[in-house]
Structure formats: C-alpha cells, structure tokens
C-alpha cells in the first residue's frame, strides 16, 4: 500500500464480513440448526459480493428471486 495507494491500508471489509456473523449469533444466542447457519451465511456472502461490485443489496436479491442471480457477476 506504500507505493500502491489502491491497495486498502488495513483488512477491515473481511474482518466486516465476519462481524455480522458475530452480531447475529449474539442477538439471537445460536443458530437453530447447521442449515440455518449455511443458509444465513450464502445469503450474508451473496449480499456482501453485491455490495462490493456495487450493487445495492436489494436490487441484488430481488434479481436472484426472479432468476438472475448472476448480475453481481457482470
């Protein structure tokens, strides 16, 4: 990052990622089952890939209700 100045200072957006992760199963105590848990995680990782290309979380996830689940990928 010294001589790139593109390059982030510190790793804080993968230490954001895990923090929901954290806050979720403190508010709610545990996840109910390992499912749940997977569940929760691929959609918190669809909206956190969304949200870095610049796509709004709801735009993202009303698009892969209606089957285009790849416009974070475009």
């Known amino acids: 990052f010294i001589k ?3 390059v982030p200072f510190d790793n804080n957006l993968a230490e954001r990622d895990l923090r929901m992760i954290k806050v979720k199963t403190k508010v709610s ?3 109910r089952s390992e499912e749940g848990a997977q569940e929760y995680l691929t959609i918190m990782s669809y909206i956190g890939t969304a949200h870095k290309h610049g796509i709004n979380a709801f ?3 009303r698009e892969a209700l209606l089957g285009n689940s790849d416009i974070i990928f475009n």
Do not use: E
């Open 59 to 61: 735009t993202a996830i």
């Open 4 to 6: 790139n100045l593109c």
């Open 29 to 31: 105590g545990c996840f």
